[in-house]
């Protein structure tokens, strides 16, 4: 996998609005009533992406969410969201898999 990864703490308004357009209807109704301090972006094509929100939710306790938007490099982009230290763990996990 060739992943591109960011780990935000901490989110603005700005940036929780921008992600709650790219989530859809039912992602920013969501997005709306769970708590969260950190957000894990994985970008990378749609087969790793699903593999990715899958080690995610195995080893934390995270909400995933496909973000939507157009890339002509067809390349996808998930949102990992959770406690500061969920979502780094998720992150974590996500790169040691992406290393093998």
Do not use: W
């Not at 989110?11 to 989530?23: H, Q």
């Not at 969501?30 to 087969?47: C, K, M, N, P, T």
């Not at 959770?82 to 040691?96: E, H």
Request: glycine residues 8%; negative net charge; contains cysteine.
């Amino acid at each position: 996998m060739a992943l591109n990864i960011q780990f935000i703490t901490h989110p603005g308004p700005g940036v929780i609005e921008m992600l709650s357009t790219r989530m859809g209807a039912t992602g920013k109704k969501s997005l709306e009533i769970i708590d969260f301090s950190a957000v894990g972006l994985v970008q990378g094509r749609l087969v790793d992406m699903m593999y990715a929100a899958d080690v995610a939710e195995k080893t934390a306790d995270v909400h995933v969410f496909d973000l939507k938007g157009s890339c002509p490099q067809h390349l996808t982009m998930i949102g990992i969201f959770g406690d500061i230290a969920a979502v780094k763990a998720s992150l974590d996990a996500i790169q040691a898999e992406d290393k093998l």
